[in-house]
């Protein structure tokens, strides 16, 4: 039998169901050792004939700020028989000394269901069990002493295990669900930090590139952490920080566009983390939180005074591009990410703004009304509305390409497109095209990631540029770089852009696969070979991956559903 857990980070509760139906929970409690509540659990469900029913599969929810896991299936059933064991062992190792065990169990009955509350192994917290329905203990308590535990390497040694009985649970008339959730009495050990380690603001001042991959990193692991409330507060508050000084003030140029990035990860932060917040804590991070976060990044991209002198007369005004003229010269994501090896300062970029800073600076208008009105302030809605429509316009005039049909990678106005600087097919329009408010229509957004299907798409990621581009160096790292961490945006694009495809979902979950394991960047050679290069465990890559394979289950489980 297998029995495993996670822990991803002090203070972190997971849990995990097995193919053979073993759950476990961890948290740290015990001087900062993640904990297993919860081990073997096996349920059956009888109908009012007393004949077996059918259970459905089960759906695991995790506590955010409790140590906590709840257990659903779905069942058309009026009682159910679970058993379940208690191992408390540390993650990954033997079981405690349990030397004097209390099979004792209390029942109480509540308006919602019924509880049983244990305290099997004395100096350790207790144990709190849930149901949605009336209960009852039936047999009696057993040990299961020296159990040999595997985990997926082989054996991991031997624990004891405490079964209190069997739980039979009396469901209500008309449930349609059998719901269990252990719940241990007691605190997180303290709050989890970012993905890419420790909060900037607990860790010295971070590097670029440190801030970069933590920014790019957190929508997706955010959600296979379940950050809770405070760690998502605290994180923005830092970033935000260290972003607007990035920004630079009134008359200068960014030094990075990682104020861009930040504004696209809170929006996937609220939005995709909202469901597990209640309305008031929901409503208070808004207000408190993203509204001022995001508000001061676009003030400061936005605030007044000429870059680099007054507009010439032939030039857009700041109204017809609003903050564009703060991003053209800054370093690029792969730029910022090149104390790696692979990126590196390009000189083609130093009087343009690149395609995706372009839509990311788009996209951070959207959002910014989109908070306004959720707080209700109409005239900054009104006003970032306005904004958002003329940074499309500028955006289409400066970047789409009617023939090939495909975003330029950089302005084609400010870049000589004879030279094929402006020209060139970079994976930045993968960027724009991936976005929920990306300045394109339908029909663009499916031209741009079937161009990026035909030249960039490989089986390991998405080239940073097309090879047969007259601009490509074969000696230059950064243009010979293969990204596996794009397969995530490209998920994301071909979703918004095709819909429910079935074909095309089940090839993008194919090629999500290249993301596991994967290096930062593979370098392709003029043979095709590639060779790995860079962080061979990067935290992009992670959080790309869980972000782009919930996106895939839960569409594919609406259309099941």
């Keep these: 039998m297998w029995s495993a857990g996670r822990r991803a980070a002090p203070g972190l509760f997971l849990a995990e169901r097995l193919d053979d139906g073993v759950l476990v929970a961890a948290t740290a409690d015990l001087s900062g050792e993640p904990i297993v509540w919860l081990g073997d659990l096996a349920a ?77 192994y004395p100096g350790l917290p207790s144990i709190t069990v849930r149901f949605n329905g009336d209960v009852a203990l039936e047999g009696t308590a057993t040990w299961e002493n020296g159990l ?13 295990r405490f079964s209190p009985g069997t739980f039979v649970v009396r469901l209500p008339d008309g449930a349609r669900s059998l719901r269990m959730s252990v719940e241990v009495d007691a605190e997180l050990a303290e709050a989890l930090p970012g993905p890419s380690g420790p909060a900037p603001q607990a860790a010295g001042t971070p590097t670029d590139r440190e801030r970069l991959l933590d920014i790019l990193s957190a929508p997706g692991l955010a959600l296979e952490a379940a950050w809770t409330p405070d760690q998502i507060a605290g994180w923005i508050e830092a970033h935000a920080a260290r ?89 690029r994501w ?87 600087a402006a020209l060139a097919m970079r994976a930045g329009m993968l960027v724009a095209a991936s976005l929920e408010g990306a300045p394109l229509d339908q029909i663009q957004r499916q031209a741009v990631v079937n161009a990026s299907d035909q030249r960039l798409l490989t089986p ?44 095309r979902l089940e090839f993008q979950e194919t090629l999500l696969s290249a993301i596991d394991g994967a290096p930062e960047a593979w370098l392709e050679d003029e043979e095709g070979g590639v060779t790995p290069t860079g962080d061979l465990s990067f935290p992009p890559a992670r959080g790309e991956s869980v972000r782009a394979f919930r996106l895939l289950s839960e569409i594919l489980g609406e259309d099941q559903g």
């Design 243 to 331: 972003a607007r000084l990035a920004l630079g003030g009134p008359g200068e140029r960014a030094t990075d566009d990682s104020a861009l990035w930040l504004g696209r990860s809170c929006q996937l932060l609220l939005r995709n983390l909202r469901g597990s917040w209640g309305p008031l804590t929901y409503r208070g991070l808004v207000e408190d939180c993203f509204v001022p976060a995001i508000r001061s990044l676009v003030d400061a991209a936005l605030e007044a005074g000429p870059v680099d002198g007054a507009p010439g007369p032939d030039e857009p005004t700041a109204t017809d591009q609003p903050g564009a003229p703060r991003f053209r010269g800054t370093a």
């Design 148 to 160: 040999v535990v595997l985990d997926r390497d082989g054996p991991a040694g031997t624990e004891d």
């Design 460 to 503: 390991l990621g998405l080239r940073s540029v097309d090879r047969a581009d007259r601009g490509f160096r074969q000696d230059s790292a950064a243009d010979r770089a293969v990204w596996p961490w794009l397969l995530g945006l490209h998920a994301e694009a071909a979703i918004r852009a095709f819909g429910r495809d079935h074909g």
């Design 334 to 420: 792969y730029e910022t990410l090149g104390s790696s090896g692979v990126g590196g300062r390009e000189a083609v970029a130093a009087d343009a703004v690149a395609v995706e800073a372009a839509a990311l600076l788009h996209q951070l208008l959207i959002f910014d009304e989109q908070l306004s009105r959720m707080v209700a302030d109409g005239p900054r809605a009104e006003l970032a509305a306005g904004r958002a429509l003329s940074s499309r316009r500028w955006f289409q005039r400066a970047f789409w390409l009617p023939t090939p049909r495909r975003l330029a990678d950089l302005e084609v106005d400010r870049v000589d497109p004879i030279g094929g």
């Design 44 to 120: 059956s469900a009888f109908g009012a004939d007393e004949g077996e029913a059918e259970l459905g599969a089960p759906r695991i929810r995790l506590g955010a700020v409790t140590p906590r896991v709840e257990v659903v299936w779905a069942v058309d059933a009026r009682v159910a028989h679970l058993e379940c064991t208690f191992p408390c062992r540390p993650v990954g190792q033997r079981t405690f000394e349990n030397e004097t065990l209390d099979p004792r169990v209390q029942l109480e009955s509540t308006d919602t269901g019924g509880v049983a509350r244990l305290r099997p």
